[in-house]
């Protein structure tokens, strides 16, 4: 049996040292501990991988300092368009949504559409599949947050489309990955976009390959910032590619692939867990909300590079 690992990620980007300092810091800190604990408690149950990356999104969904669900970025129309995907590492089995705007977890709609024919669904149709399989649906407004609206408001006064961390904002797109007790591996990402990004606009987050990648032999990952320049390189793959094909360490490979994210105009982050239970968290943004626990030991948080 091996050691259950689980780790997380609540976003990347340059927010000012105010916004991850003091009582702000301690509200991260807690709602990444929340998930790290939702996720171990399944794992320590001899629950799947996949079903504790599931459920510690989820707890990030809920929570609304995090870009994914309640309090997701806003589109230019001022609408909430979520997408997530999901990836079992034993047989690369996927599920992907996008532009969801009444699944309250969209991430559960991930995992119920995964081992489907398809591999990713869009709109309307996707969230009549999530209530179709018995998901909660809320309205609009359920995804509505004060801090949300106020963003809006001014990045659309400007026609400015920015990474929700850069607008100031206390969000961020979030993302899990596990090994689970029999060595079994898996991925999870949920995001709200960019903020006063297009309606219709796809990021990297549901492209499986570019936000989120799992193969028990290889790695899994999940990617946070710039999505667009993510799925340029389609960066997941890209990771999993250098450690299989070329024999790169993980750590490596990832920091290699941020900087071809670099390269085409974007920054963020990843974590990255391998078939031993080593877990990685590169990023070249300022900061990157992250955590991670495994075994009965202690969850760890980090915001800064060094934390």
């Excluded at 980007?13 to 991850?20: C, D, E, M, Q």
């Excluded at 979520?82 to 699944?103: H, K, N, P, Y």
């Amino acid at each position: 049996m091996s050691e259950i690992v689980l780790a997380v990620h609540g976003g990347a980007g340059h927010l000012p040292k105010r916004k991850i300092t003091g009582k702000a810091r301690l509200h991260y800190e807690a709602g990444l501990t929340e998930a790290l604990e939702v996720g171990r408690g399944i794992l320590q149950r001899g629950g799947s991988a996949l079903n504790a990356v599931t459920e510690a999104v989820a707890a990030l969904e809920d929570n609304e300092l995090f870009n994914a669900g309640k309090g997701a970025a806003l589109c230019s129309d001022g609408s909430v368009e979520l997408s997530a995907s999901i990836m079992r590492g034993s047989d690369r089995s996927v599920g992907a949504m996008v532009g969801l705007r009444r699944t309250k977890n969209p991430i559960r709609a991930a995992r119920a559409f995964r081992g489907h024919l398809h591999g990713l669904l869009f709109g309307q149709e996707a969230d009549a599949y999530a209530e179709a399989k018995g998901l909660e649906m809320v309205d609009q407004d359920y995804f509505y947050t004060n801090n949300r609206l106020r963003q809006w408001r001014k990045y659309r006064e400007t026609k400015s489309v920015v990474l929700d961390h850069d607008a100031e904002s206390a969000h961020g797109t979030v993302g899990a990955v596990a090994r689970d007790r029999r060595g079994n591996l898996a991925a999870a990402t949920s995001t709200g976009g960019l903020v006063n990004q297009l309606p219709g606009r796809v990021g990297d987050t549901p492209v499986i390959g570019a936000g989120t990648w799992a193969d028990n032999q290889v790695c899994a990952v999940s990617a946070t910032g710039k999505g667009d320049a993510f799925a340029r390189i389609a960066f997941a793959r890209r990771v999993a590619d250098l450690i299989e094909l070329a024999g790169t360490a993980p750590n490596e490979a990832a920091s290699r692939a941020l900087e071809e994210v670099k390269e085409v105009g974007g920054t963020g982050g990843c974590i990255v867990i391998d078939p031993s239970g080593q877990v990685f968290l590169p990023f070249n943004s300022a900061h990157m909300l992250r955590g991670w626990v495994r075994g009965k030991g202690a969850p760890v948080t980090a915001i800064e590079v060094v934390d």
